[in-house]
């Protein structure tokens, strides 16, 4: 960091390192993100997704600015103020679901296997079957 004002803008993270305060803020909202999942599981189909994504911005191997990315992606779901409200049928995670996906094309490659499994366990999904042919 060499901006004086970012300099500022900093706090220290659970792991010791300074974080921009808007991801601390986001990486707080994102805390929401299980209980909130456990209570609409059966209509988010990109639950894995979005728990992974979880687990990667909580990794203290994933760089500060993945971070950024993904915390805010997941607190995007978190949030009750929404582009669309989550109770409508059909379209309620759809906007949840772009949030999510941009994030993932931006900062996907941090997202690891490592991640996926956890958030596989945490969501009681089977593992996927590796194809030997």
Known sequence: MTDAAEIIQTIRGPDGTYL??????????????????????????????????WYAARDPLTPVKAKAVLFAAVAYFVMPADALPDVIVGLGFTDD?????????VV????????????????????PVKDNS
């Open 108 to 127: 996907g490659m941090y997202v690891k296997e490592r991640h996926r499994r956890l958030a596989r366990r945490l969501l009681q999904l089977p593992e």
């Open 97 to 105: 679901a772009t949030v999510l996906a941009t994030a993932l094309g």
């Open 20 to 53: 921009p305060k808007s991801i601390e803020r986001n990486e707080r909202l994102a805390r929401g993100v299980i209980p909130k999942l456990m209570r609409v599981i059966g209509r988010v189909p990109f639950a894995d997704d979005l728990v992974s994504a």
